[in-house]
C-alpha cells in the first residue's frame, strides 16, 4: 500500500496533481487548502498518501503532513455520508485548525456553507469527531482562550464569508482586538479590521 510519494512536481492543477517518482508519474488528489503550498512545477515535493482501492480504479489522495491524511481519514471513516470527495471539499474550506474549532465550538452553521454540505452532514461531523478531534489536535490554551469569546469568533467566520481565508482573517482581528480592547462587540472588531487591512 501506498502511505507516502517522493518526487518532481510534474502537473498541477487546483484539485490535482502529478508526481513524477522516477519517471512514472503518479495522479495526486489534493484540497485547495494543500494546492496554495505547493512548490513550483519541477521542484520536488513529498505527499503522505491515503490510497482508496476500488474494482475500477485506483485513487490517491495527497496531503503534506501526517495530520491532515489523518483529519481525512477520520472524516471518510467516521462520518457516514462523508466520502473522499466530499472531505476534500471540507478540507479545501476550512484548514485543519479551522475544521478542528468549529467542531470544538459545535459550529454546524460554518460547516454547512461548505458546498456538499447539509445541515445533517455538518451535525453529523460534530458528533462524530468531536471526541476524536480533541485527542488528534489538542488545543493550545491561547488559542481557546481568544476563541471562546463569541464575537471574535463571529468576526473570524464574517471576515471568512468575504473571502478571507482563515489564517488571514484570524490575525486581523486578533489584532483589532488587541488595539480596541477584548470586549468589543462583533460589528465594532469588523469596522476596525475592515479600516486597517
Do not use: W
Not at 471568512?160 to 465594532?188: H, N, P, W
Amino acid at each position: 500500500m501506498i502511505v507516502s510519494l517522493e518526487g518532481i512536481l510534474q502537473e498541477q492543477s487546483p484539485l490535482r496533481c502529478v508526481v513524477n517518482v522516477h519517471g512514472i508519474g503518479y495522479e495526486v488528489h489534493v484540497p485547495l487548502t494543500v494546492n496554495e503550498k505547493l512548490p513550483p512545477l519541477g521542484q520536488t515535493i513529498k505527499f503522505y498518501i491515503h490510497p482508496i482501492y476500488r474494482a475500477d480504479s485506483q485513487d490517491l489522495y495527497g496531503f503534506l503532513n501526517q495530520e491532515d491524511r489523518q483529519l481525512f481519514q477520520l472524516l471518510i471513516g467516521k462520518v457516514s455520508g462523508v466520502g473522499p470527495k466530499c472531505a476534500i471539499s471540507i478540507l479545501s474550506r476550512l484548514e485543519r485548525n479551522a475544521l478542528r474549532q468549529a467542531i470544538a465550538q459545535r459550529n454546524t452553521s460554518l460547516l454547512s456553507q461548505i458546498p456538499g454540505i447539509g445541515k445533517k452532514t455538518a451535525e453529523r461531523i460534530v458528533i462524530e469527531l468531536s471526541d476524536a478531534a480533541k485527542k488528534l489536535y489538542p488545543e493550545t490554551p491561547e488559542l481557546t482562550n481568544a476563541l471562546s469569546s463569541s464575537p471574535l469568533q463571529d468576526a473570524i467566520t464574517a471576515l471568512m464569508t468575504l473571502g478571507y481565508k482563515l489564517q488571514d482573517a484570524e490575525k486581523i482581528i486578533m489584532k483589532s482586538s488587541q488595539c480596541i480592547g477584548e470586549q468589543a462587540s462583533t460589528e465594532v472588531l469588523l469596522r476596525h479590521a475592515l479600516r486597517n487591512t
